[in-house]
């Protein structure tokens, strides 16, 4: 996994271009020269106490802070896609993973993706930043072999056994003990926060909902995707912090074993429902008489295996059940939906 880190993306968007692509992709002239418009012409100035600077016109970039600027960079960044089957690229925003399959020990289509992602930003007018570049190699393979390292402009990509991807910490060996550990640690300090307002009376409901939006938000983001594999000893570690925050509420909260199986309920329901989705295809329902009840996904590896059957939760509100049994085959679709983990009846 390469994670790419550009050099201020935002600000480097050459307007004619981001307009060019609006028109391949079919919007109206009248809303492409709105948009170039928009990004036309800023005055930029720079105030230090009583003394202003000569104004400057911009007219590249995309305005930070605006809502519409990371629309805009998505639809810009839109043909920037995996050139072979056996990479893919993924993109938030301007956060942008490349991720590669290497079988039989043959890095020549993960190289030649990280070669014409060099060139696209070229002809996008982006920068790479090589220092915050940072590869990752996940290899479970009993005898390991040394990697090359990538190179981008002549400078060596650093290599790194976890990165910290969209706020959650993912490691070689896809534990998560490194990211339970930073957010146990993060939820404990705002605990103080929450203690120091017991001396000012509140009510039991404001301590709850200072905990959901300054505790509980940390403890919970993007439980779907780690929650269900991390181990009974990061598990105890987070449902301590969840019990000192109960103690000073003095009010029931809930425990991250409940928040984990709702959000994994509903994350199934939106796939299911989605047809464009990635992952709908891993839902298969069962026969016309069962409606509403799924098998379970299927697993090509035993280690998938293993990882979609670790953590039994049952899921029981209806409609959705999933059912059958973990199955070993060789055309099981490479997506992985992380974290709906279910008993299997």
Known sequence: MLFIDYSSA??????????????????????????????????QVVRVGNNISTPLILNTGDPQGCVLSPLLYSLFAHDC??????????????????????????????????????????????????????????????????????HIDGTVVERVVSFKFLGVHITDKLN??????????KAQQ????L????????????????????????LSG???????HCSAHNRKALQRVVRSAQRITG????????TYTTRCHRKAIKIIKDNNHPSHCLFTPLSSRRRGQYRC???????????????????????????????HTDSTPATLIMGIDVKYH
């Not at 998560?176 to 640690?185: A, F, G, R």
């Not at 009010?251 to 409940?258: F, M, N, S, T, V």
């Open 176 to 185: 998560w003990s490194t990211h339970t550990d930073s957010i146990v640690k």
């Open 297 to 327: 996904i299927k697993a090509g590896t035993e280690r998938l295996k293993k990882l979609l059957s670790q953590g039994h939760q049952t899921v029981t509100q209806p409609p959705l059940t999933l059912s059958g049994c973990c199955q």
């Open 10 to 43: 935002f600000n480097t968007i050459v307007p004619s271009k981001l307009v060019i692509k609006l028109e391949t992709l079919g919007l109206d002239p009248a809303l492409c020269n709105w948009v170039l418009d928009f990004l036309t012409g800023h005055p």
């Open 190 to 193: 705002r605990l103080f926060n």
């Open 251 to 258: 009010g029931k909260l809930p425990a991250l074993q409940d």
């Open 195 to 218: 203690w120091r307002l017991k001396k000012f009376g509140l009510s039991p409901k404001a301590f709850t909902n200072f905990y959901r939006c300054t505790i509980e938000s940390i």
């Open 222 to 228: 993007c439980i779907t995707a780690w929650y269900g």
């Open 81 to 150: 896609v995996a050139t072979h089957a056996s990479n893919s690229i993924i993109k938030f925003a301007d956060d942008t993973t490349v991720v590669g399959l290497i079988t039989n020990s043959d890095e020549t289509a993960y190289r030649e993706e990280v070669r014409a992602l060099g060139v696209w930003c070229q002809e996008n007018n982006l920068t790479l930043n090589v220092n915050k570049t940072k590869e990752m190699i996940v290899d479970f393979r009993k005898q390991l072999r040394e990697h090359p390292p990538i």
